[in-house]
Every structure is written in C-alpha cells, then in structure tokens.
C-alpha cells in the first residue's frame, strides 16, 4: 500500500498520479455506463404502463442524488481535512455495494435502497477533480482535467460494450458486472493512489458549518467570484440532467430501441468525449481560453437538444444519434473548461469544499429535474423536456458573460 504524499511541482502532475487517476475515471464511467442504459428496463418489470415506468426512472435518480446532496458537501469538507484517498475509498466500497444490490433486488424499493446507499458515499468525481487541483498547477490544469475527462469518456466506451455482452446472461448481469468492476477500482486505488493533500494544506477543524449542504452552499455562494460559475454549473446540470433522465425513454418509445441499441448510443457518446477531451481540448483552450471553449461547448449543447426536441415530433435515428454526439462534444468541451476555471478560482486550501460544494449543487439538480423531466415527457409531450433543457442550457451561456474568469488572489477562495 501507497503512502506517500503525491506533491505540486513545476512538472506538473506526475505521470503514476495521472495514470491512476485515469485508470480510476475509467472503472468508474465504465461502471455506470454498465447499469444506466438498462435502469428504464429493469424500472419497467416493476411498473405497468409507460407513463409510470417514467416516473419510476426518475424517483430512482432522484433519491441517488438526494442522498448525495446531503453526503457530497460532507464528504468534500472530510477529504480536505483528511485527504482525498480515504474518501475515494469509501466512495468506491459504497457504490460497489449499491450496484449489487441493485442487481440482487425484485423490488422497486430494494431498487431505491441500492441507489441511496451509493448516494451516501457518492464523492468520486469530485474527489478526483479535488486530486487534480490539488497538484496540477494552473497552466496545466485544463489539459489535466481533459486527460481525466477522457478517461471518463473511454469508460462511457467500455462500459456498454460489456452491458450489451451482459445482458445475454441476463438483465441483472450488467449491474453485477458493474459492482466488481467498481470493487478493482477500489483495490487499486487503496494499493496505489498516493495522497495528493499535503498536511499543511489540511482543515484543522471540522465544523457542522462545512458538514451542513446548505450551510456550505450559502458560504460559496457568498463568494463573489464563485457566484456566476456555480450558477453557470448549475444550469448546464439542469440541461443534462434532463436529457440523461428521458433519451433512452425517447429512443424506446419514438425509435422502438432495446436496451442493446441504447447501450451502442451511449458508446459514441464515450467514443466523441474521448476525441475531444483526449485530442481536441488541448489545442482549442491554447487558442481560445476556457472561458471561450466553454461558451463553444454550451452553444452545441444547446442545438443538440433542440434537435432532440425535433425527434419527438419527427422521429429520426440520424437526427437523435447526431444530436447525442453534439451533445457529448459540447459536454466534453465544456465540463474540463469549467472544472479548470472552478479549480482555479477555489484556492489551494479549499478544493475539497468547492468541488464537494459543486457537486451538492450538482446532485441538487440530479435529485429534482428527473423528476420534472420525466412528468413533463409524461405529461407535456415527448419533446418538452428537450426544449426545456435547450432554454436552460442558452439561459447558462448568459450567465457565463458575468463570470469572472480570472483566477483570485492567493488565499481568496472561500473560508
């Protein structure tokens, strides 16, 4: 077992670190790209009609993020005064254990106590990009969090490829496949993931205040360089979050897909992060500057949706497949940009509470708008939701105009 301390230095971030950090963004995407195509399926032996296997798909994303709302900020104050190993290790055991009881349940709710039990221990993503602020110095860290990203990308590859060869042993056998895949990701970062947060940089305290999500989000939203990221975070959130909640809806019902089809849309999803993140990202942050990408990544989103909101009315599998790609392009343009600029605007000593902070905002969104997404596809129309997430993702764009995009002053991010 590791137990070095993973430093800053000129270089960068070294080489073993970044592997590892891949190699744990992979297993992790891989994973959830296993189980995610096959939920409305598995959602929909435990329901009757389409409307209530909807709303059966968005009470299971709801109470994952409810419950991650609540540990997110915890877990994000907990690895900075702590670090960020034992978190991640904890979060890998907890979603091990959610997928297989996902896969072990006959009932919708054993279903939701396999979500909330990942839920409480969620934390990986933002332990990860807290890992990367922690030792990527400023001028490299886009193209860190680009490199991670695209492991991510990679793993949305993997993960349905081997759901779709699952599915042949069953419907449950994706989320099985899934929790032994999350349990080698915790083997190995618990053999060789280094801590990457020095002891100087540690909280000497623990307070409810930092344990407390609302308490938490007030405080960074009282951060006035803050304030128009989170709400630019927020608002793509919303956007993506309701495209996640009903595509495959939309594929089953307007396209007549099965989960195997769906699992092969998610793959080039994977495949086009992969090429932006991997390759592209780099030269067009050196051209134009995260604030910018950022824009270009959010400007695509906004038309991929839009076009989804078409295939409701005109069903079309080129027009959804291209929307899901321009989809996928503008996130993985957009999520390294804005993760870099939150990054940079958290300060050394606080990367922990402002990714775990985000995160909470994040999970805010993943907790409610399924919920709205899937009534509205229920009830307003197939497309509705679509357009919804179009309007919030332009509404985003707005926002990014007041962001302050300069990095703050040593020692100003929040207290």
Request: charged letters at 10%; proline letters at 5%; hydrophobic letters at 55%.
């Amino acid at each position: 077992m590791t137990s070095t301390v993973e430093r800053r230095s000129g270089a960068g971030l070294r080489p073993r670190a970044l592997l590892l950090l891949q190699a744990t963004a992979f297993l992790s995407a891989a994973g959830n790209g296993l189980a995610a195509p096959v939920v409305p399926f598995l959602a929909a032996r435990f329901t009757g009609d389409p409307a209530h296997a909807a709303s059966a798909v968005g009470l299971l994303s709801a109470s994952y993020s409810l419950c991650a709302f609540f540990s997110a900020p915890a877990l994000g104050a907990l690895s900075d005064a702590t670090g960020r190993r034992p978190v991640l290790l904890l979060s890998l055991v907890g979603s091990a254990a959610g997928y297989a009881l996902f896969g072990l349940a006959d009932a919708l709710p054993l279903l939701l106590l396999g979500r909330m039990i990942d839920g409480l221990t969620a934390g990986n993503v933002g332990t990860v990009f807290a890992y990367l602020g922690d030792t990527a110095p400023d001028e490299q860290r886009a193209r860190s969090f680009g490199r991670v990203g695209a492991m991510f990308g990679a793993g949305l590859i993997a993960g349905p490829a081997l759901g779709a060869l699952a599915l042949r042993l069953g419907l449950r056998a994706p989320f099985f496949l899934a929790a032994a895949l999350t349990a080698l990701n915790a083997a190995g970062s618990y053999l060789f993931l280094a801590e990457s947060l020095a002891p100087e940089h540690r909280a000497r305290a623990l307070s409810w205040r930092r344990l407390n999500p609302f308490s938490q989000l007030s405080g960074l939203l009282r951060v006035r360089h803050l304030r128009p990221l989170l709400t630019v975070g927020a608002l793509f959130t919303t956007a993506f979050v309701s495209l996640q909640a009903t595509f495959a809806l939309l594929a089953k019902d307007r396209l007549g897909w099965g989960a195997d089809a769906v699992s092969f849309a998610v793959i080039a999803v994977g495949a086009t992060d992969v090429c932006v993140q991997g390759v592209l990202l780099e030269r067009l942050v050196r051209r134009l500057g995260d604030a910018r990408v950022l824009a270009l990544g959010l400007s695509l989103v906004v038309l991929a949706l839009a076009t989804m909101g078409l295939v409701a009315s005109h069903p079309s599998a080129p027009a959804f497949v291209a929307a899901i790609v321009a989809i996928a392009a503008g996130e993985g343009l957009l999520t390294a940009s804005f993760s870099a600029l939150l990054s940079r605007a958290a300060g050394p000593a606080a990367q922990g509470q402002v990714q775990g902070g985000h995160q909470a905002l994040q999970e805010l969104g993943y907790a409610t708008v399924p919920l709205v997404a899937t009534q509205l596809y229920a009830r307003a129309g197939m497309g509705a939701p679509f357009w919804a997430a179009a309007a919030a993702a332009a509404l985003a764009g707005v926002f990014l105009r007041a962001s302050v995009v300069e990095a703050p002053a040593p020692g100003g991010g929040p207290s």
